[in-house]
C-alpha cells in the first residue's frame, strides 16, 4: 500500500474471488494462472468495480496493475483510462 502514497488521490477496489479464503489467499492466487480464469466472473468483476468508479464520479484514471490489460467496456460507464502503471 505504501505504493500509493506517491498518488494525490487514490482508490483502491478490490474485488475477491468467492471462492478463496483470504486476501492473502488472492494475493497468493494472482501469481498461479490456475486461478481467475473463469471470464464470466472476470467480465462480472470489471462490471462492478466500473459500476464502483462510476458512483464515486472517477471519470478518468490510472489503472495500476501488475499485467497490462486491455481493459473493453468501460466507455459505456464514462471511465477513461489515461495510462496503465505496472507494479
Do not use: H, W
Not at 474471488?17 to 497468493?28: A, R
Request: aromatic share 6%; charged share 30%; glycine share 6%.
Amino acid at each position: 500500500l505504501n505504493y500509493f502514497k506517491k498518488f494525490n488521490s487514490c482508490v483502491l477496489i478490490f474485488i475477491r474471488d468467492s471462492n478463496l479464503k483470504s486476501v492473502t489467499e488472492t494475493l497468493k492466487g494472482n501469481k498461479n494462472k490456475k486461478l481467475n480464469k473463469n471470464s464470466d466472473n472476470l467480465i462480472r468483476n470489471y462490471g462492478i468495480g466500473a459500476q464502483i468508479i462510476k458512483d464515486l464520479k472517477i471519470r478518468k484514471m490510472i489503472l495500476i496493475t501488475r499485467t497490462p490489460k486491455k481493459v473493453i467496456g468501460l466507455e459505456g460507464y464514462d471511465i477513461k483510462i489515461t495510462k496503465q502503471e505496472i507494479i
